[in-house]
């Protein structure tokens, strides 16, 4: 008995029953298409945190008002960021690793022109500093000036949201647009961001800071967070540490359990939504085994019936010499090749639904993944189906010849 | 074992021995000629325990010493014997046990000279291979193989050639007349058909003997004489045959009959002698004239 022979047989043996090794085979079809698809759309929710870690600019810091999660208690009172705090920031003495500065502030308004309108989600207020702190990049026009901050012109970038909404396809360059009834000049539009969050990046209008404090915020409450770019994305940490002493100075705090204002990284922020989501892959990742766990079991299953159902036959071939290793191999032929096509096809439907969006997320394939899956239907098609094959075998020919 | 691979060897040159009478010299390397197929002492077969045991083979036990007198029996190369029985005699366990398709309880069994008793799972797949051509009452083919595939099967699990494995399925199922039904699967052909099958099946190896396990019960006359020429004709041309049957019809063929009753042989009666060609074939308008289905019988 050669292996060809023994693979025509097993062959054979399934052909006999095309409706119940078909199901079988999408048991382990399925387990295996689903480990490929989850685990590529937990893959690619990661890969769209870290594409947008990169988008925010790795070496933002932004300083926000209030203390840490729960520590604010410990604050006596807190002190609201104002311009000073951020200029004493932009001090390159006390804060060598700090690149440039931006003082923000935010609010929501409504943008007019020429008759439509449009809620714009953040219209903020700032330096210019801030367009390369938080990687915004102009797509057309231009930005605006620190001449502009100073002189508190009505001028604005706008996201290209906020630009498709308000003007459709023309060029709102050098147009006025009316945003919570002051009048602005449109100086240049940003670059399409894209993001998974459920807030749009693309729907902002930047304006200079003391032109926004003038028509919306006013000067009293200070500014809402401030923007720190690092020099580097290594400089990071020094930087973090440069601008608590600063502000701790600034707002007069000796204790640094007790700080009134939070310094947080981009970064740091991401990699703890990447980790979530780690969690997440893992998850899917172990519902799908599950799966192909159960497609195995259903190997087991249908191959204990193929050996009672042919039992004589078993019986009739042992008595004209088939030895134990033929009839076992000849079963565990059958198992693996269930699980080999079943395999086969599952990661050739894994890739094809890969294909497609998955609830908001463009899956990534792991070809880890992929092979992986495919070794493990074959393996589990060898072990769940090595008790029946040793069933089958063990039979004594005497026995097997009288089962009805 | 080594007396093991010396017998195999033996059965596998047995093929010759059916067409070229030459092959039969090789038989006498022994000083005390050549060695019986079957070589049976006190065989005993017992199921169960205690007072629940049921003696199937080796008659009651002795009053006196508590021991069953057991089966005795020695089979002549190239005998055709006829086994005889009701059911419940004890015929279909000593055709198992013959076969090596069960073990005995007790006794020992010589099969073409090698001792059954000592061997293992695989020696006796071997033995069962090489030695023995199974032909059973319910033909026992192999569901949606097609003849000659099945007829190939033996010699698969032999490890012949596939050249050389057709060429020998194609010249036994010529034998049994099914030359022009090679691609036909067990449910596309009659009864008698498939035990012709199952014979080809059997003798493809060319085994050391032929077992046959009411090789007619399941066949109408015209069938049951097919079946039974091709057997007498394989054992006119020199092979053991082994019929296990209740019917006098079949055994009318054979060259000893031997009567089991109760697990014993309580008659072993020989109609022809071991050389020669078997009863039908002596004297075949003598043997027709006396069937006692001669006049549904006679074409054949």
Redesign the interface.
Known sequence: ?NPF?TLRFAF?GLA?NKVRSGLTMLGVLIGVAAVIILLAVGNGSSQAVKDSIEKLGTNALTVSSGGGFGGTSTATSTKPLTVDDARALADPASAPDVESVAPEVTTSQSALYDGTSHTVNQVVGTYPAYFKASNSKVAKGDYFSADDVLNSRKVAVIGSTTATDLFGTASPVGKKIVIGGTPFTVVGVLETKGGTGFQDPDDTVIAPLPTVQNAFTGFSGGISQILVEAKSAGATTPAQNEITEVLMSQHGIKDSSALDFRVSSQASLLDTQASTNKTFTVLLGAVAAISLLVGGIGITNIMLVTVTERT??I????????????ILGQFLAESTLLSLVGGGLGVVGGLIGSRFTIVGIKPVIIPESVVGAFAIAVAIGLFFGSYPANRAASL???EA?RHE | MRQLLRGLGRGGEGGHRAGAPAAAAAEEESPWGPSPVIEVRSLLKTYGHGDAVVRALGGPPDPVTGDSPGVNLVVEQGDMIAVMGSSGSGKSTLMNILGCLDVPTAGRYLLDGIDVGGLDEHQLSLVRNRKIGFVFQSFNLVPRTPALAQVELPLAYAGVKTAERRRRARAALELVGLADRVDHRPNELSGGQQQRVAVARALVTAPAMLLADEPTGNLDSHSTEDVLAIMDRLNASGRTVVLITHEDEVARHAKRVLRLVDGQIVADIRQAPVDGPPPALRDPAVFAARSPHALTSGGS
């Open positions: 008995m022979e054979g006999a004589r036959e019986g009739i071939r042992k008595a004209i010499g088939a030895p134990k290793g033929v004594r020919p005497i010849l």
